[in-house]
T-cell receptor, first 112, second 118 residues
Framework: LAKTTQPISMDSYEGQEVNITCSHNNIATNDYITWYQQFPSQGPRFIIQGYKTKVTNEVASLFIPADRKSSTLSLPRVSLSDTAVYYCLVGDWGNAGNMLTFGGGTRLMVKP | GAVVSQHPSWVICKSGTSVKIECRSLDFQATTMFWYRQFPKQSLMLMATSNEGSKATYEQGVEKDKFLINHASLTLSTLTVTSAHPEDSSFYIC??????????????FGQGTRLTVV
C-alpha cells in the first residue's frame, strides 16, 4: 500500500483558497487518490477522488501531476465550517477488499 | 452520496459486558465493510476488513475473539466488543464499499459510535 505524507496542520482565514498537498511516492499503477474530511466525533466524509490530472466537483478540486507522486486538494474560499481534519488515501479501488489505510491527516483551522 | 448508518451513536457499558455496534448501508449493497477505531486526536486505525459471507480479516494486534465481526448480508455488518474494559473506550467507525456496473465505488463512512466502558 502506498504510504501518504501530509502536513500535520494548516491555518487559513475565511475566504481564502487552501491547498493541502499529499505525497505518495510509491503509488501503484492501479491506485486512485481519495480525500476525506472529518469533523470531531463524526465519520469521515468523501470529498473527491482522482487518478490523474485534475478533477473538480462542487466542493473541491484535486490536482495530480503526471508522475502521480503527489496530489493537492484545493478548497476554494474556505469558511469557518471547513475547519476539520483532511485525509489523503491512496489505494486500488478496483480491488473491493483492498483496505483503506489512513495516514495522519491534516488538521485545517479556518480563522475569522 | 450513499448513506451508511451506524447504531448506536454512543453507548456506555459496564466493564466485563459486551456491546454490539451495527453498520448498515441504506441505499447500496456493501460488498466490503471496514471497521476502524479512533482515539482522541489520532487518525483512524483499521481493525478489520470483511466481505459479505466471509470471515473478517483482522489487522495485526487486533484480537479477533474480542472484536467479533459479522457481515451476514450485503447491507449489514456488526462489531461486538466482548468483555469490554475501560481501555476499549474509543470511537468506532464503520465504512462500506459497494460496486456499480462492475466498478467499485468509493467507501462511505458511518457516523461513528462513541463507546465508554466504566
Amino acid at each position: 500500500l502506498a504510504k501518504t505524507t501530509q502536513p500535520i496542520s494548516m491555518d487559513s482565514y475565511e475566504g481564502q483558497e487552501v491547498n493541502i498537498t499529499c505525497s505518495h511516492n510509491n503509488i501503484a499503477t492501479n491506485d486512485y487518490i481519495t480525500w476525506y474530511q472529518q469533523f470531531p466525533s463524526q465519520g469521515p466524509r468523501f470529498i473527491i477522488q482522482g487518478y490523474k490530472t485534475k478533477v473538480t466537483n462542487e466542493v473541491a478540486s484535486l490536482f495530480i501531476p503526471a508522475d502521480r507522486k503527489s496530489s493537492t486538494l484545493s478548497l476554494p474560499r474556505v469558511s469557518l465550517s471547513d475547519t476539520a481534519v483532511y485525509y489523503c488515501l491512496v489505494g486500488d479501488w478496483g480491488n473491493a477488499g483492498n483496505m483503506l489505510t489512513f495516514g495522519g491527516g491534516t488538521r485545517l483551522m479556518v480563522k475569522p | 452520496g450513499a448513506v451508511v448508518s451506524q447504531h448506536p451513536s454512543w453507548v456506555i457499558c459496564k466493564s466485563g459486558t459486551s456491546v454490539k455496534i451495527e453498520c448498515r448501508s441504506l441505499d447500496f449493497q456493501a460488498t466490503t465493510m471496514f471497521w476502524y477505531r479512533q482515539f482522541p486526536k489520532q487518525s483512524l486505525m483499521l481493525m478489520a476488513t470483511s466481505n459479505e459471507g466471509s470471515k473478517a480479516t483482522y489487522e495485526q494486534g487486533v484480537e479477533k475473539d474480542k472484536f467479533l465481526i459479522n457481515h451476514a448480508s450485503l447491507t449489514l455488518s456488526t462489531l461486538t466488543v466482548t468483555s469490554a474494559h475501560p481501555e476499549d473506550s474509543s470511537f468506532y467507525i464503520c465504512s462500506a464499499r459497494g460496486s456499480t456496473g462492475g466498478k467499485n465505488t468509493e467507501a462511505f463512512f458511518g457516523q461513528g459510535t462513541r463507546l465508554t466502558v466504566v
